[in-house]
């Protein structure tokens, strides 16, 4: 319990080192820390603890480059990430390209980053999004893991596609969201056939998995600082499985 209150603190301490930062508007790069009670991403929790989630951004033009990570508190399954991400915002910030490259790292491994060959643990995905507009609350989302590690039992690359649609209108002040994500692509018969399947990314068959609802607010510190409060209510379907998720933005 001491543990886990000295983190809190350790972290709302960073969060106002970071909302300092994110003052100078003319600065293009940005710094993000969050605390999540679960990492649960697409539908599938990574990790099974509480995790933290640093990120850095570099914005400019319309471009961003970034990177991003995940790292659990679970020392019995520790489940980290590391991403880095280029992407284009065009048409008024209503669109955008993403290209990102996956990576979760072990603890006590030999990891292979530099490895980008056939056999690369990374993996590469291609999205496209729609942002929404004001008059328009709507985004969809569509990406495609287009190499990597993501194959079949031939050895060749799957192309696993994930696609979400949501509403996400403000509620008296609130924003709110209502979300659908859909696995498009199912592996193939022999593929299931196996004595040990080998399962899509995101699940062994076509179909949602991960449909939910998100609101956030603002939880006040002090006169001049308040920390973003997120709460996600998320199932998958495919997995027959549920959580409910509470994150702090800092």
């Given at each position: 319990m001491?543990?886990t209150?000295?983190l809190?603190i ?10 300092n930062?994110r003052a100078?508007?003319?600065?293009p790069i ?7 009670s679960?990492y ?6 990574f ?15 319309g471009f961003?480059?970034?990177a991003w990570?995940?790292?659990?508190t679970?020392i019995?399954?520790?489940a ?6 280029l ?6 910030d209503?669109?955008s ?8 790292p072990?603890?006590n491994?030999?990891n292979t980053y530099f ?16 942002n929404g507009t004001e008059q328009l609350p709507i985004?969809?989302i569509?990406g495609s893991?287009?190499?990597g ?6 050895g ?5 596609t994930?696609?979400e649609?949501?509403?996400s209108?403000e509620i008296?002040g609130m ?5 659908c994500?859909?696995?498009?692509l199912?592996?193939?018969d022999?593929?299931l056939?196996?004595?040990?399947p080998v ?5 062994n ?5 991960n449909l ?9 510190i002090?006169s001049d600082?308040?920390?973003?409060l997120?709460i996600q209510l998320i199932?998958n379907?495919?997995k027959?499985n549920?959580f409910?998720v509470?994150?702090?933005s800092?």
């Amino acid at each position: 319990m001491k543990k886990t209150t000295f983190l809190v603190i350790a972290v709302i301490l960073a969060g106002i080192f970071t909302q300092n930062l994110r003052a100078q508007d003319e600065s293009p790069i940005s710094l993000s820390l969050d605390l999540y009670s679960r990492y649960v991403w697409r539908g599938t929790d990574f990790g099974s603890s509480p995790s933290l989630q640093p990120g850095i951004e570099f914005q400019k033009s319309g471009f961003a480059f970034g990177a991003w990570g995940a790292y659990t508190t679970n020392i019995n399954q520790p489940a980290q990430e590391c991403d880095l991400y280029l992407g284009y915002t065009f048409l008024n910030d209503m669109l955008s390209i993403t290209f990102t490259d996956y990576f979760f790292p072990t603890d006590n491994a030999e990891n292979t980053y530099f490895e980008y060959s056939n056999t690369t643990t990374h993996i590469f995905e291609g999205s496209l999004a729609f942002n929404g507009t004001e008059q328009l609350p709507i985004t969809f989302i569509i990406g495609s893991l287009i190499y990597g590690n993501d194959k079949d039992r031939n050895g060749e690359n799957r192309y696993s596609t994930y696609c979400e649609l949501a509403y996400s209108p403000e509620i008296k002040g609130m924003p709110f969201s209502v979300f659908c994500g859909v696995n498009l692509l199912a592996p193939d018969d022999e593929d299931l056939n196996l004595a040990v399947p080998v399962n899509g990314f995101y699940g062994n068959k076509a179909g949602v998995v991960n449909l939910g609802i998100s609101a956030s607010r603002d939880l006040k510190i002090s006169s001049d600082y308040s920390i973003p409060l997120n709460i996600q209510l998320i199932t998958n379907p495919m997995k027959g499985n549920i959580f409910l998720v509470a994150g702090l933005s800092f």
